[in-house]
């Protein structure tokens, strides 16, 4: 066939919804020893909440590509999660903390993102241990990071992701 030019498609957008940036305003502050609430948005009850500078995870997957004749794999074989949160502590919540890292107390983290009903979205951990406290200096303010273990209750459950788009 011979080519022709032809206008390109018209697109819709308009169900597209713009998010939300990541702010201090539009992000709450990390959640400890919450219970998520799975009847409704995404919704922490109880708990303590923590200025932080946010949370780093690492799914540690690891895997694997099978280049095999007749139908090639990829293969995920494992998957260690294991994370670091930076908090604001005042000195008593420093100790009380440090207290549950010696002790190697289970807690759960959560981290919810947005303002907009049915536009939101949160990062739950049922089951973490804080290891390797460190003391850092942010603009002159103290801060202490620490390693997370994201261990699972039952199964593939130690990172869930909520989200309420409609």
């Known amino acids: ?9 018209s697109t819709t957008l308009t169900s597209f919804k713009t998010p939300q940036v990541v702010t201090d305003t539009n992000t709450q502050d990390v959640t400890l020893g919450a219970t998520h609430v799975t009847t409704t948005a ?3 009850t109880a708990g303590t909440t923590y200025p932080s500078l946010g949370l780093e995870l690492d799914f540690g997957n690891s895997v694997n590509f099978n280049a095999i004749l007749g139908g090639e794999t990829v293969d ?11 908090l604001d502590l005042t000195a008593a919540q420093e ?3 440090m207290a549950s890292v010696e002790a190697g107390t289970l807690s759960s983290v959560g981290l919810l993102h947005g ?11 049922p089951s973490v241990q804080f290891i390797n406290p460190t003391k ?7 801060m202490i990071s620490f390693d997370m273990r994201v261990l699972p209750l039952t199964g593939n459950d130690e990172v869930r ?3 309420s788009f409609a």
Not at 115 to 125: D, I, P, S
Not at 137 to 142: A, H, S, V
């Open 76 to 86: 995920i074989t494992d998957r260690s999660v294991t994370g670091k949160v930076t």
């Open 95 to 97: 100790v009380s903390l």
């Open 161 to 163: 992701l909520i989200t």
């Open 136 to 142: 850092s200096e942010l603009n002159g303010k103290r």
């Open 115 to 125: 303002t907009v009903a049915n536009q939101k979205a949160g990062l739950w951990m």
């Open 42 to 44: 995404p919704t922490f």
């Open 1 to 9: 066939a011979t080519p022709t030019a032809a206008a390109n498609p």
